[in-house]
């Protein structure tokens, strides 16, 4: 009975050993490949067009502001506004301000949301085209190196090429 155990016990660890090393492994380092992308390139073109139009508003917004309270600031200084003016100059100085931190707020949320919208599809398609490189070349597994989960690769195949080649 326990040589059957032993036997039994044997032939499941050279299974699972055989079964292992018939694994085949890939990697990949999927940043590097969409770098080189032409779509990304595009995609970060319009990112940081969006950004430019952006902060020149915001700055147009701020010298705007500034110009309101230097002159709000001199007039409340010389004593040419009287105390009901002077508050709603500051309530009109304290919205303004408020308006300008809600376009950056908002102007952080559209940038989030464009560079989702971009790069998504592009994300998507690389994806799929190494499941199609992972079934087409009968890999168990492809890992990609830039996301820190591989460490140590032996008897690893770059399948790089094998994916650009499918873009």
């Keep these: 009975?326990?040589?059957?155990?032993?036997?039994?016990?044997?032939?499941?660890?050279?299974?699972?050993?055989?079964?292992?090393?018939?694994?085949?492994?890939?990697?990949?380092?999927?940043?590097?490949?969409?770098?080189?992308?032409?779509?990304?390139?595009?995609?970060?073109?319009?990112?940081?067009?969006?950004?430019?139009?952006?902060?020149?508003?915001?700055?147009?917004?701020?010298?705007?502001?500034?110009?309101?309270?230097?002159?709000?600031?001199q007039e409340a200084q010389t004593g040419t506004m009287t105390p009901v003016n002077q508050q709603k100059k500051q309530g009109e100085l304290q919205k303004e301000q408020q308006s300008i931190q809600k376009f950056q707020v908002t102007s952080q949320q559209e940038l989030i949301q464009k560079r989702e919208s971009l790069f998504q599809p592009i994300v998507n398609r690389v994806n799929e085209k190494i499941r199609a490189v992972g079934k087409e070349n009968g890999y168990d597994f492809i890992f990609d190196v830039t996301q820190g989960g591989v460490l140590f690769a032996k008897d690893s195949d770059d399948v790089t090429a094998l994916v650009k080649g499918k873009l």
């Excluded at 032939?11 to 032409?38: C, T, V």
């Design 1 to 73: 009975m326990k040589t059957i155990v032993k036997t039994l016990a044997l032939f499941l660890f050279l299974a699972s050993a055989n079964i292992m090393m018939a694994q085949k492994f890939g990697h990949i380092n999927s940043q590097a490949l969409l770098a080189e992308l032409p779509e990304v390139k595009s995609a970060n073109a319009q990112l940081e067009a969006l950004q430019k139009q952006q902060q020149s508003k915001y700055e147009s917004m701020v010298k705007a502001f500034q110009t309101k309270a230097q002159k709000y600031a």
